[in-house]
């Protein structure tokens, strides 16, 4: 669980967000950023959806296929009659598969690391094996509420204890949640790629 890596990506991320918006520097960022997580957070468990106890679909969304706009999802594009197979899909009809969970997930690691970097709270040390044997690692809906429990905690004492236990309860939900740390790191580069790509284009 290389930490230190993602505290230094997020840190360049971050310092890009602050040149488009620099109307940001000198000011109080932490208190949006940590309505952003809470929200963000939200997101992630509509998407897990364990909590939907008045629905049938109660499985969290892990499977999302996007169907490729050039040829609407059928594989085939043409002009005036002629019909060959899309190039843009390879035929397939399909653009991407995604994890809308997993997703959501990494948004929200985005703005714990920026947290930390707000706060100066990036000494951090979560022991991967010792946290993947805390009994609370399968229980979602415990861990989700826990999570915005220690949020809120965060938020009135801005404490590294707080910070830390964050930290390791959102580690914890991740493992819940079925993810592995690998797929985790792998999600949050390909998110803050698209995070860096967004700031270019103006989004």
Known sequence: MNLTKLFETQRVLDERIMEKHPELRGQNNLDWKILALQVE??????EWRGFKKWSNNQEPTTHFVHFCVECNGNGI???????YPCMACGATGIDRVSNPLLEEYVVCLHFILSIGLELDFTDLCINHSSVKRLPEQNDSMLNFSTVFSFIDQLRRAKSFHWYDSLFERFVVLGFSLEFTWEQVEEAYYAK???NHERQESGY
């Open 41 to 46: 957070l939200g997101e992630c468990a509509n």
């Open 77 to 83: 594009d043409g002009i005036e009659g002629y019909t």
């Open 192 to 194: 803050n790629k698209i």
